[in-house]
């Protein structure tokens, strides 16, 4: 089992930044890779970024060019900081795994208004 923990959430300004923050726990070793995906009020869950096991990163358009997802494995934490901050970025942001099934984190709320 995988458990997802993420936080970093809050109210941003438009072009602010943020740094959501994942930390996993459990059987992580067996672990493909890991994202981030966003839900906004109304819509469908939008994958924004992933990371392979190896590091090799991808990003949705949407994001590409202001985001950076990385890693710290001594913390077993994945992070997703993103830049100029936009009011349509505001979602639920949940942490994203992968192995023989998907695991999913509660969720953290950004939202980016003045």
């Known amino acids: 089992q995988v458990q997802l923990v993420e936080s970093g959430g809050g109210l941003v300004q438009p072009g602010g930044s943020l740094r959501l923050s994942c930390a996993a726990s459990?059987?992580?070793?067996?672990?493909?890779?890991m994202g981030w995906y966003r839900q906004a009020p109304g819509k469908q869950r939008e994958l924004v970024a992933t990371?392979?096991?190896?590091?090799?990163?991808n990003y949705a358009d949407s994001v590409n060019g202001r985001s950076t997802i990385s890693r710290d494995k001594a913390k077993n934490t994945v992070y997703l900081q993103m830049g100029s901050l936009k009011p349509e970025d505001t979602a639920v942001y949940y942490c994203t795994a992968w192995a023989t099934r998907t695991y999913w984190g509660q969720g953290t709320q950004v939202t980016v208004s003045s």
């Open positions: 990371i392979t096991n190896g590091g090799s990163p």
């Open positions: 459990g059987s992580i070793s067996r672990l493909n890779f």
